[in-house]
């Protein structure tokens, strides 16, 4: 039986790309900043690397394109599908492994077999179990490999709330505990996670924690009239990335990022 989460993204896959591909706070500002991080920690080739719960292969593409070994999961087929096929287009195909994979039981992926683990767009918020899905995310890197997991934010998730209830608030700033709703599609419970949780969770399954940024902490607080207005000019733009960067694991920032991103070294 599916997951809601998979459920969900099988729905969506045919136009996932698309819904991303034409937002400009996304493609200009989130994915500048996530790639900042990827490219700080990526090994020296050649080397392997794992795209956990990848979906349609955004990074796979481009890190197989670079020259690296990547394999790539995800829980749903359906994106997975759409994944293969860009990656076909690309002539890419031969670089990667395509696998449907549970990120909270990646059985059929060895020990300590990767020396770069990325699980971006949120998936261990989405998979029901994160302590299991960091715990296998661990297993897989090798010693010294890095684990870059990227996670919804529970200061961020506030936002979300649709009426003024202060038990619902409390609940959320206790729990964590939210869910995806869209009119007409499968919805999905997600896990909002706090810095020192998420970071916790590192060190309980020997991740070394070596950064924590959050995404992005100062388009959001701008106004939405003077945020396209930057959007909508390079230069500004530019500018604008240049100081989400630099704010992004400022420790007095990183927390109130709409996203979370932990970078961990496995010591053991």
Request: include cysteine; charge should be negative.
């Amino acid at each position: 039986m599916k997951t809601p989460s998979e459920a969900y993204h099988d729905q969506e896959a045919p136009q996932y790309d698309a819904k991303y591909d034409d937002n400009v706070f996304f493609t200009k500002l989130y994915e500048p900043v996530t790639w900042d991080n990827i490219h700080r920690f990526l090994p020296p080739l050649p080397a392997r690397v794992l795209d956990a719960g990848g979906g349609t292969g955004r990074w796979t593409l481009i890190l197989a394109g670079m020259g690296y070994d990547v394999t790539l999961t995800d829980i749903s087929q359906g994106m997975l599908d759409v994944a293969r096929d860009k990656l076909a287009a690309a002539g890419l195909l031969e670089r990667v492994t395509i696998q449907r994979q549970d990120i909270r039981d990646m059985d059929a992926l060895a020990d300590e077999s990767f020396d770069l683990v990325l699980a971006e767009g949120d998936p261990v918020s989405y998979c029901q179990d994160p302590a299991a899905a960091i715990a296998e995310l661990a297993r897989v890197a090798r010693v010294g490999a890095h684990v870059l997991v990227s996670v919804d934010s529970r200061i961020a998730a506030i936002y979300h709330l649709s009426r003024l209830e202060f038990d619902d608030a409390e609940r959320l700033l206790r729990s964590g505990e939210m869910a995806w709703r869209e009119p007409d599609k499968e919805s999905f419970p997600i896990h909002a996670f706090t810095v020192s949780e998420l970071s916790g969770l590192f060190e309980a399954h020997g991740l070394r924690v070596v950064r924590v940024l959050g995404k992005p902490v100062l388009a959001s607080r701008l106004k939405p009239e003077v945020r396209d207005q930057i959007l909508a000019d390079e230069e500004l733009t530019r500018r604008l990335v240049d100081l989400e960067i630099r704010y992004a694991d400022d420790p007095g920032w990183a927390g109130s990022g709409g996203h979370l991103e932990v970078t961990g070294v496995r010591i053991w």
